[in-house]
């Protein structure tokens, strides 16, 4: 049976040897690199104001409670790893849409031209995808976070400085056990939070929302593609479930209520892939039944 030769114009590039393909891989890793390279130098030199920018959230949350904004270094070189860490965060988020730019410069000359237009559109929906993920963390999760776990203090509460009173306020809450929490003045719980755990915390956050909200563009990519169906995403929805809930409890700090938040907007963006991956499917077949 003869087959059906592509045209001339179809595709850009012939098929080259795998040592050019290799070749032509490294140049690209090599670009993606530098753009990382250059974007973390950047993002140190101006690590202060990012510094600012990431701590809105929780200072936010402390002034609703008439409380300064106030966070602690814990060890000498703190404040060193604290500069590298947004440096190393900053350089990812700037470099990301030049790897993707390499990537699809990489694999765009095997492509033919319905498939680059069929591409295009996902290689943008890509970095979007992720700048809406992270701002719905920074603007949305953290926020309540954080105003959900400053609201087990219980204080601010100082002890008196004057022995005497001291002395006197101890006898006064013994004979008065009922007296107010705010008559008791040694029973204070206050945020008091390490820069670099807070930072910790924060970046894991916006990265793993920005990379959760990939989802859809992934798994939409692979249905037009014909590598998954809905019908197949759907079946398998028992085992994403139990994967989800994995990954959720490997990227969010220990406690549960942070699993559950980025569980719960995995499933939902995994739901939305199953619905995408439909649509498409419903496109194609119309694009069939008109071509019969």
Same mark, same amino acid.
């Given at each position: 049976?003869?087959?059906?030769?592509?045209? /001339?114009?179809? @595709?850009?590039?012939?098929?080259?040897? #795998? =040592?050019?393909?290799?070749?032509?891989?490294?140049?690209? !890793?090599? $670009?993606?690199?530098?753009?990382?390279?250059?974007?973390?130098?950047?993002?140190?030199?101006?690590?202060?104001?990012?510094?600012?920018?990431?701590?809105?959230?929780?200072?936010?949350?402390?002034?609703?409670?008439?409380?300064?904004?106030?966070?602690?270094?814990?060890?000498?070189?703190?404040?060193?790893?604290?500069?590298?860490?947004?440096?190393?965060?900053?350089?990812?988020?700037?470099?990301?849409?030049?790897?993707?730019?390499?990537?699809?410069?990489?694999?765009?000359?095997?492509?033919?031209?319905?498939?680059?237009?069929?591409?295009? /559109?996902?290689? @943008?929906?890509?970095?979007?995808?992720? #700048? =809406?993920?992270?701002?719905?963390?920074?603007?949305?999760? !953290?926020? $309540?976070?954080?105003?959900?776990?400053?609201?087990?203090?219980?204080?601010?509460?100082?002890?008196?400085?004057?022995?005497?009173?001291?002395?006197?306020?101890?006898?006064?809450?013994?004979?008065?056990?009922?007296?107010?929490?705010?008559?008791?003045?040694?029973?204070?719980?206050?945020?008091?939070?390490?820069?670099?755990?807070?930072?910790?915390?924060?970046?894991?956050?916006?990265?793993?929302?920005?990379?959760?909200?990939?989802?859809?563009?992934?798994?939409?990519?692979?249905?037009?593609?014909?590598?998954?169906?809905?019908?197949?995403?759907?079946?398998?929805?028992?085992?994403?479930?139990?994967?989800?809930?994995?990954?959720?409890?490997?990227?969010?700090?220990?406690?549960?209520?942070?699993?559950?938040?980025?569980?719960?907007?995995?499933?939902?963006?995994?739901?939305?892939?199953?619905?995408?991956?439909?649509?498409?499917?419903?496109?194609?077949?119309?694009?069939?039944?008109?071509?019969?």
């Amino acid at each position: 049976m003869a087959m059906k030769s592509a045209k /001339p114009d179809d @595709i850009d590039d012939t098929s080259a040897p #795998l =040592i050019e393909h290799l070749a032509e891989l490294r140049t690209r !890793l090599i $670009w993606s690199v530098l753009a990382f390279v250059v974007a973390m130098v950047l993002c140190y030199f101006v690590w202060n104001p990012i510094f600012d920018f990431l701590t809105q959230p929780i200072c936010q949350a402390l002034e609703k409670r008439d409380q300064a904004c106030g966070l602690i270094l814990l060890k000498l070189q703190e404040g060193f790893f604290v500069a590298m860490r947004i440096a190393f965060f900053g350089g990812f988020v700037l470099a990301f849409p030049v790897v993707g730019y390499q990537l699809w410069r990489f694999v765009a000359p095997g492509l033919y031209r319905s498939e680059k237009n069929a591409l295009l /559109p996902f290689l @943008i929906a890509s970095p979007v995808m992720f #700048l =809406i993920g992270a701002a719905f963390a920074y603007y949305i999760i !953290l926020p $309540w976070a954080f105003d959900f776990f400053l609201g087990f203090q219980q204080g601010p509460l100082v002890q008196p400085a004057d022995p005497a009173a001291a002395q006197g306020a101890g006898q006064a809450v013994a004979a008065n056990p009922a007296a107010p929490a705010a008559e008791q003045p040694w029973a204070g719980i206050v945020f008091q939070g390490s820069v670099e755990e807070y930072l910790r915390l924060t970046t894991k956050f916006i990265l793993a929302f920005g990379l959760s909200f990939q989802l859809p563009v992934a798994l939409t990519l692979m249905g037009k593609a014909g590598l998954v169906s809905s019908e197949g995403l759907g079946s398998v929805r028992r085992y994403a479930v139990v994967v989800i809930l994995i990954l959720a409890a490997m990227v969010t700090p220990p406690d549960v209520i942070s699993q559950i938040v980025l569980f719960s907007v995995i499933y939902g963006l995994y739901e939305v892939s199953i619905f995408l991956v439909r649509r498409i499917e419903k496109k194609r077949e119309l694009e069939e039944q008109a071509d019969v």
